[in-house]
């Protein structure tokens, strides 16, 4: 099979200085209205994060057993404090969910992230998922528990199905020694091998993380990754290409080899009757798309009510809104009745429409139809010719139906977002005081 694929390579240097100027261009007043801040002070600011409609939810774990080289997510390998975080966690639940006036709304897709979610127990999860259920939850709300090959306890997949967890993301990330190796992960391609075989033969709804990019790591490594997930019957595959802070020359030569393996990648899962439907993201059919990412980023957007430390919400009457990072200052706010916000958006009005196409773009298309119907704006017409700049340069499509990315684009764009993204917002400074 690895044999049959033979595409031509994808980079485009041209495209690459245009991504680089787009990146200064972009990355300081991208989501700018997220450095004006509002500070939330009172206990009945919990009632500005009750979504208003039906809504999804992400709850960070904010803990590991060991840290992995290239992670950029918020984590503490010091678990001291753990079953008090769970106590606090479960307690911020019941304060949004006590000002929830429609007990007609529900949450459609519920994530576990971290961190990492699997060093909580079954019975952890369970008071977890039960305080959910009195709020904002039931038997049709889709339920991921994002888990780490180590901590997964195969013996618990039952009990997780029990809780009420629907879902599994298994963060593989790769089946290789040396490339599990370089990433820092505490665990042998055995294990990983062990923990997809379990959970596939368990009957589960489950989705495998693949990294690639890595210098241990040659391409046909990758592509035996990719054989193996989808020989696990992976019902979702999930492919991420390394990124790294390093000088233009070597960060280009490593840009341009992972989109090679990132579009033949993408050949071969579509091949393979694979849905592609976010940039990153490939289910084996509409079933198993994964409903709390594919409704965070497309529009018409949904609410998403961050719960936990460092997670990113939004809802109709708090706006965009950080979570402190600190484990500490989280327990604090909670313990005080105090919503644990670090920031909260003030964008004004062309702000928000230009950050939601940003956004809205990983999935593939937008609909203008859809988004004029949500924000009141036409994506093409209001932007400052942000839409039609990006058009021009090639990245997309614009018909009278839909913004849509150029299939040749996917992963520059993807490497612009990023670029972007992270340039452009001021993280939380956990220092301040409330």
């Known amino acids: 099979m690895l044999n049959s694929i033979n595409i031509s390579s994808n980079y485009s240097a041209t495209k690459a200085s245009i991504r680089r100027k787009l990146v200064e261009r972009l990355g300081p007043d991208f989501n700018k209205g997220m450095n004006d801040v509002v500070r939330a002070k009172a206990s009945s600011d919990f009632e500005r994060l009750v979504p208003k409609e039906d809504f999804i939810i992400y709850i960070h774990v904010p803990f590991c057993d060991s840290f992995c080289r290239d992670c950029p997510y918020s984590k503490s390998v010091n678990k001291g404090n753990l079953e008090k975080y769970v106590r606090a966690l479960i307690k911020e639940i019941e304060f949004i969910g006590k000002n929830k006036n429609n007990s007609k709304i529900r949450a459609k897709a519920v994530y576990f992230g971290g961190g990492t979610p699997t060093v909580l127990s079954a019975h952890q999860l369970s008071d977890i998922i039960g305080k959910l259920k009195e709020y904002f939850v039931d038997e049709s709300t889709s339920i991921t528990l994002e888990s780490h090959p180590k901590s997964l306890d195969c013996d618990n997949l039952s009990k997780y199905r029990d809780a009420g967890i629907n879902r599994i993301s298994l963060g593989i990330q790769s089946f290789q020694d040396s490339v599990l190796k370089e990433m820092g992960r505490d665990y042998d391609s055995n294990r990983a091998l062990e923990v997809a075989r379990k959970v596939s033969e368990a009957g589960w709804n489950f989705n495998v993380d693949i990294m690639y990019g890595f210098d241990s790591e040659t391409d046909e490594m990758f592509y035996e990754d990719l054989e193996r997930?989808?020989?696990?019957?992976?019902?979702?595959?999930?492919?991420?290409?390394?990124?790294?802070?390093?000088?233009?020359?070597?960060?280009?030569?490593?840009?341009?080899?992972?989109?090679?393996?990132?579009?033949?990648?993408?050949?071969?899962?579509?091949?393979?009757?694979?849905?592609h439907y976010k940039i990153n993201d490939f289910a084996r059919d509409d079933k198993s798309i994964n409903v709390y990412a594919d409704l965070r980023d497309r529009i018409p957007l949904h609410e998403n009510l961050a719960l936990g430390t460092s997670g990113h919400g939004m809802t109709a009457s708090a706006g965009n809104y950080l979570k402190y990072k600190s484990i500490d200052k989280y327990i604090d706010c909670i313990e005080k009745e105090i919503p644990p916000l670090s920031y909260v958006n003030c964008n004004d009005k062309e702000g928000d429409i230009v950050s939601n196409i940003f956004y809205g773009l990983n999935s593939l298309n937008i609909s203008r139809r859809k988004f004029k119907q949500q924000f009141d704006a036409d994506p093409v017409e209001n932007t400052n010719d942000f839409i039609k700049h990006l058009a021009r340069l090639g990245f997309l499509d614009i018909t009278d139906e839909e913004v849509k990315l150029r299939e040749d684009s996917i992963f520059e764009y993807n490497i612009l977002f990023n670029e972007v993204y992270y340039k452009g917002i001021k993280m939380p400074d956990d220092t301040d005081s409330i």
């Open 229 to 275: 997930a989808i020989q696990f019957n992976a019902n979702h595959i999930s492919i991420y290409g390394l990124m790294r802070n390093t000088d233009n020359k070597t960060k280009e030569a490593m840009i341009k080899r992972e989109t090679d393996m990132y579009f033949h990648a993408r050949k071969r899962l579509l091949d393979e009757g694979f849905v």
